[in-house]
């Protein structure tokens, strides 16, 4: 069975400097998504990025970026210059024929 | 613009009442799920639906039981609730595949006492 893994449950990074949170999966599969989604305090999950697993291009979406690497079934998200509206559960995200979820990290930001 | 609609976002139950938490989209997707939130775990999938027409198991379904009622809602029930069933109850909706990720309602936090 697939499984996604967040190694960090807690994380804090300083208003304006870089964070990287990981993800590690495990899959037998060559083709899939990987998501990571938001959580702020609101309780809405907000989809943040995006990879598809056969581009080797890495995903950016404004100051979210992502390290995919493969071969080492690897999916980290970096924020850069992050902003205290940043803060939340960050939760790493699989998808074969159904999403499968990491167990989340929650992101402070320090002012 | 309402995208996926949860109803209650709150309810405080018994142990041993029943209930239902409705769901409806509005994006017409194919695919909805039911997923549940405890602290520590992540998001766990209880049951989803495919297509209209099916419904099937996800990780933890014990206890549930689901309802697509046509393309538009997908309700979960629970039967005889437990104190292990407080939880934070997400509906999502997808387009058959999901390979833009799910659309999450705003979430309905049980309590069961």
């Known amino acids: 069975a697939q499984t996604v893994t967040q190694s960090q449950p807690e994380m804090s990074v300083q208003e304006a400097e870089t964070v990287t949170l990981s993800c590690t999966y495990d899959t037998s599969e060559s083709d899939y998504y990987l998501f990571w989604y938001k959580q702020p305090p609101s309780r809405q999950m907000i989809l943040v990025i995006r990879?598809?697993?056969?581009?080797?291009q890495n995903a950016t979406e404004n100051r979210f970026s992502v390290n995919f690497q493969k071969a080492a079934k690897s999916f980290s998200l970096k924020i850069s210059d992050s902003q205290l509206g940043d803060a939340a559960m960050y939760f790493c995200a699989y998808r074969d024929d159904k999403i499968i979820f990491g167990k989340g990290t929650r992101l402070h930001i320090l002012p | 613009n309402a995208g996926v609609t949860q109803t209650p976002k709150f309810q405080v139950l018994k142990t041993g009442q029943s209930m239902t938490l409705q769901c409806a989209q509005d994006?017409?997707?194919?695919?909805m799920y039911w997923y549940r939130q405890d602290p520590g775990m992540g998001l766990r999938l209880i049951y989803y639906s495919a297509s209209e027409g099916t419904t099937d198991k996800g990780e933890v379904p014990n206890g549930y039981n689901v309802s697509r009622l046509n393309k538009r809602e997908f309700s979960l029930r629970l039967e005889s609730a437990a104190p292990s069933q407080t939880s934070v109850y997400f509906c999502?909706?997808?387009?058959?595949?999901?390979?833009?990720?799910?659309?999450f309602g705003s979430g309905t936090r049980l309590t069961v006492v």
């Open positions: 990879q598809e697993a056969y581009k080797q």
């Open positions: 999502a909706s997808s387009d058959i595949w999901g390979d833009y990720g799910y659309t």
């Open positions: 994006m017409n997707h194919n695919s």
